[in-house]
């Protein structure tokens, strides 16, 4: 009569000695065949067969207590615990009594999941199995079976509750929201009030009523909050136990409040809204938020008995909105997502919303939750997006929080859905489903994780077949001891609350003979250089931060940001007496490499690698332009700023509508969580909401994800130019360019010594200028570079000729002709050294950097020397490029090593290719990343780290690295490749 075995976890024996079991004792055949009454048949009943024990639960859908009138009985449950086979399941049929006999049969005509612990239930069709009661007496019910050799079944009644589905941690079962003839339910919700009673609330799916069940002791209670048709339900508890409920009414078409407790409620219908989201402060206040059809969200509070509702004006247009989350001082805050960002929604009584943008590189927040000490945590995803802008079908789930500062964000994994609860104690939990691949190669799992060992430790609570309606409406809940209540799918709970697992597993880790860097184990947060070892808790999901010198392949490891080389997180779960897990490192050239394009042209003009791996870039766009996302319009030949990931993936792209003074370019720096662009407009342009910007040099801040925060014009009125933007330590930005005559800069006035001169200007992060001073000398001035130094201020080297001055006052030696100033400030910009330098082939300066006491700089096409200089304008030493070497772009890194990237003549005749080397302090090479013919052309260089190098150039055709190669798209296209260090 049972469907065949499922797989689970660990067996429960049945044995005389179990508490559940009333009497051992053996049932004779008393009664003579009397039919039990309703109520005496009524609850949990035992069955031993061949060494297994079936648990069944008869709750009658007629109370009469004459065997006239019984009828039917619906058997809501069937625990099957095997002590010969590790299985358990779960059906739903009827039993019908008739002249003694007890009827089974099997209702279902589909499949739907029965078990949290483990697959599918099948389906059962017109099955149909007979048994014939011989005897009843009180404890014990004697059937006829064909299913034992002995013909006979011994039922016994079980005392109290039945024993309940459990693997290792978790337990599990259904709902009483399942039972009485509801069917499959949908828009479950989870809470619990504040007596730690777990509560569940359900707008069910086929047109059924708003239902509301309390977990007892021992099952569920249920009763009906409306008897509507509803879905979207959402709700919450007061302190004083009642329950507060919004939801869509599916069969009015209008959103609903409910307010009441033991199954007497009152509710109210409001206009056309949907999407209700709600929160209840300790007061007993419920606030509702809906999104009416307009598009602009309404904020509803109660009070007494009216409702008062607010227009948010500030979140027209929102694309998501958070369920809002209510704090003890009676605040209510959500976040919103504006365009590309995020802002961050507040309201306290009596007072008027506030909104503060917030830099939060996710796509959808799932869920906001506020710590007992003000810290904001929020659970997140992001759309995973491939270099070329393809976009994959999963979520990337993130842990955000910030605690005054900005947005920390750490990946949880690969997942479409979750959902984020923080416990008394500020710790946070986490549920999310990991998706199998949809081939049945690889399932997926309901995964729960928490911070309570110092670090995220995860848990496999249920591998699913992989249909989507089981993983439908995830929902978490932590009680004031910390322990997870989950609910999913149709009517499916959980709690880790029973039998938790005191198994312990050993962990070891090994590290090839090729691996150079440490692991982190945690959470103990042991660095092991070699072979190191772990306890934990056996079905533990434990992570291992590696930290590679190269590329590596390694199972069950990914980047711990997308396209990472170097950083890894690797997960192994632990359910054995001891697991080994060997990671190994396998040295590449070249850690990842990207094309990006359209059938247009595209060019670089600069690219910024900033802490923590993410990329901006600064370049003209062609028609049909793919800079890891489309653009939404065609900008050809005007600027785009693009923000990409740790592997050049696309995060945000943005089109500046300037034409570019022709031979200008354009400069971009970190600046926050997104970027600064300086560049210098050929034509007026208005940004949206900001200043004009006209003719002349201006710095445009963008947050992440691309929208502009502030613009700022530099030097008015003087055909003022941008050369050079770095960011500044303390999230402002340094910016150097060249203007002529009287410039205007803000309500200061700049006048150039000479036919032109330099400024050098430090902006605050919000664009203000800090200070700025003019410097040069009484020639023409062409060309201003400047780079900061570790001590935060900045070494500036400009082109010029006769008597210098900075910020009016004289400095130095007259520069004689063909010759450069070159000068130090602090962050203040106070002039701390200046050096006048002769005419030693440094006209035509192409890059500067500064470097620890000095700085070191090249000179353009043709000339090929590379001159390490120190604060007094000697020359430390020289080196000079190979013969028909062109010199493109150089990067210090930390401990004084230069790299640079050259272009020559290659075999072909004009044929362009490029190389990447090394030199040490004194100008010997160290090593060169890639020989002759190995690049295409390179245009700009970057230090990532103490060794690895960001490189940027252009292809007309595809473009080979190694073994990976890159299809063009049209027209002159953009690449960015990350190379291994040695």
Known sequence: MMAPPLRVGPLLAVSCAMVWLLSCSSAGDTGEGRLPTAAELTGYWAIEE???TLVWQFAPTATADSPELQGKADVFHIWDYATDADHQQAQRGTYTFANGALTYAVSWDRFYPCSPLADLCLTMVG?????TILGFSGSTMTLSSAKTASGKRVLKRVSGCPPP????RWVAGQTALFDHGYGEVGHARIAID???????????????????AVRQACGWSADVVDS?????SEFAFDQGGALHAAYWQKDVGKTAYAHGSNGVYQSVDFQSWYAPTLAVVPDGTPHVLVSPPDGLPRHGVRSESSWQWTELSALAGAQAVSPPVAHADGRVELLARMGYGWVLASHKPFEPWTVEPQTLP????????RTASGGLRALCGQTVVQPGGIVAKYWDTWYAERDGGPWKLTWLDDAMRGDLAVDSKGQAHVAFFRPGDGLGNKPGALVYGNQAAGDWLFEQVHVSGGLLREWDDLRLAVDASGKAHLHWGSSVYATNAVQASSAKANLRVTLDAGFSGNVTSLPKGMQCPGPCSLTVAAGTEVRLFVDFAAPH???ACRPR??????HYECRVMVNQAETKQSLSAKPAPVAWAALYGGPGDETWHDVSHFAGGAIAAVGVAGAGAVIGKPLQSDMSGQLFVAGLGAAGQGRWIAALPVQQAKGETAAVAALGGGAAVGLTAATGWTPPGRPPIPHGAAVVALDGFGNITWARTLATGGGGTLTTLRPAADGGVWVSGIFSGDALWGKQFLTAAGPSDAYVAKLEATGETQWVIAAGTTGSDSRALLDTTAEGGAVVVLLGTGMPTVAGKPVAQEVPPSGALAFGVDAKGAVLWSTAIGDMALHGLRAMRAMPGGFVASTAAGLNFVHRLDTSGKILWTFQAQAKQQLVDMAVFPDGRLAFCASFSGGMSGAVVGQVMTLNSSAGTVATYLGDGDLPGCNLLRPIGDKDVLLAGVTAGAVQFGALVLPAVGGTDLWLARFVGK
């Open 50 to 52: 061949d060494g297994r």
């Open 127 to 131: 099955k149909t199995y007979n048994h």
């Open 165 to 168: 589905k459990s693997t290792g």
């Open 194 to 212: 504040a007596k730690q009673r777990v509560h569940v609330l359900t707008g069910t799916a086929n047109q059924r009523p708003l239902r509301h």
């Open 228 to 232: 509507n048709a509803t879905s979207q």
């Open 362 to 369: 996710c796509d959808v927040v799932w869920r906001l939750q």
């Open 553 to 555: 392949a390694m199972p």
């Open 561 to 566: 940001a997308p396209g990472d080389a170097q």
